[in-house]
């Protein structure tokens, strides 16, 4: 396959389809059904998750099937903090003893991590150019009954309009 890999529907229609291609009627349709967090991520990939889990769900874009590469996105998130902090407490550099400067390990770290974050956020949505073109914002507590789904509520307004 080449090119820029398809946008799933639900970002298309929460976008309002700005590409006005006809939507993928026959595009899997996974069990919406959130994953449970897995037991492996550290505890702050873990925070990260119960933190956006329930709001990519309540947009049906977090469905049983998401569950390993969301859980990548937050892995990578902890590890950008974690080598953020590393540098930020003992610099970009190292001394060798010959005295050459040396780059910390923990940079390519960084940048790793940054390219990973990059590169599975924007399979959800994530990244700040997918979200500018989202005509929603996430709400403050997807628990909350009074919330209406605004990926229904999208639904909804296509077909009051047809």
Same mark, same amino acid.
């Given at each position: ?34 994953? &449970?967090?897995? @037991? /492996? ?8 998750? =119960?933190? +956006?889990?329930? #709001?990519?769900?309540? %947009? ?17 998130? &902890?590890?950008? @903090? /974690? ?8 610099? =970009?550099? +190292?001394?060798? #003893?010959?005295?050459? %400067? ?61």
């Amino acid at each position: 396959m080449r090119g820029r890999p398809p946008k799933p529907t639900p970002l298309k229609i929460l976008a309002g389809n700005p590409g006005r291609r006809p939507l993928n009627t026959a595009e899997p349709k996974p069990d919406p059904t959130p994953p &449970a967090c897995p @037991a /492996w991520l550290d505890e702050s990939a873990r925070r990260i998750w =119960r933190k +956006l889990a329930p #709001k990519l769900s309540r %947009l049906g874009l977090f469905t049983s099937v998401d569950g390993e590469t969301f859980a990548a996105y937050c892995q990578a998130c &902890a590890e950008l @903090a /974690w080598a953020t902090r590393k540098l930020k407490k003992e610099g =970009r550099t +190292l001394k060798l #003893k010959s005295g050459y %400067l040396q780059q910390h390990p923990a940079v390519s770290m960084q940048r790793s991590a940054m390219h990973a974050v990059r590169q599975l956020g924007s399979l959800f949505g994530l990244d700040p150019s997918s979200r500018g073109r989202l005509e929603i914002e996430f709400g403050d507590d997807p628990n909350d009954p009074e919330e209406v789904d605004p990926l229904q509520e999208i639904l909804n307004r296509g077909k009051a309009q047809a």
